[in-house]
């Protein structure tokens, strides 16, 4: 059985302990032992974050000891899966620039706040993740980040919606579903879910729950390389 640790809190307006509930009971449906924790301190037993296969960070403007970061990246780099949402992994240390390394990317503004209407558009490339998924329509923030230009993009949104001071640059499109490699770990982003009815949306709750699977997957896969450290001796990405 596969083991996953969810850790919540942070800014309560991302309502962290409803969200941290869905991950729950989908990660309980696909038969994963769930341990869920409120307090940051669930990273600090480096060795237990080894053994789980994926780690969830719920968890909005906070502030983080270095040591618990660096445990977190050594469970990741060695196979552990990491897997988040919106603020809750990718606006979570904003003083750290090691996490943000790790996961792939920051928040840096939501133009027109809550209730601005955009549409989600998929990128069907190699990646399984995304397959029969269709371009969707979002009510809620539209997330402007500062992305990993390593990162494999799922899906995007087109900037700019409402005016602002980035109004007059060139349209862009922003990433909004991406993944990377941290070491021989899997990591999945989703920008979506500012409050707990928006995961609870069909199509994005389907979204985490392959982003789950996937991330988890690549600690066995990494062990059957034969290797922990394949990633850094240019082992090809298709065999991880």
Known sequence: ???????WGGWDGHEPEQVSGIFKEVLEQESFEVEV??????????????SLDLII???????IEQQLVNNVSAAVQSGVGLAGCHGGMCDAFRENVDWQFMTGGNWVAHPGNDGVEYVVNVKHSSSPLVDGIEDFPVKSEQYYLHVDPAVEVLATTRF????G????????DMPVV??????VG????????????IIDMPVVKELMRRGFLWTAEGKALAQRSGSTEAAYSGMADNQL
């Open 160 to 163: 700019p919606v409402v005016p």
């Open 186 to 197: 899997r990591v999945y982003y989703n920008a979506l879910g500012h409050v707990a009815n």
């Open 1 to 7: 059985m596969k083991k996953a640790l969810i850790v």
């Open 57 to 63: 960070p719920v968890w909005t403007m906070g502030r």
């Open 37 to 50: 924790s409120d307090t940051l301190e669930a990273f600090a037993d480096a060795e237990k974050l080894k």
């Open 178 to 183: 991406w993944t990377k490699r941290w070491g």
């Open 165 to 172: 001071p980035h109004s007059l640059n060139k349209a862009v």
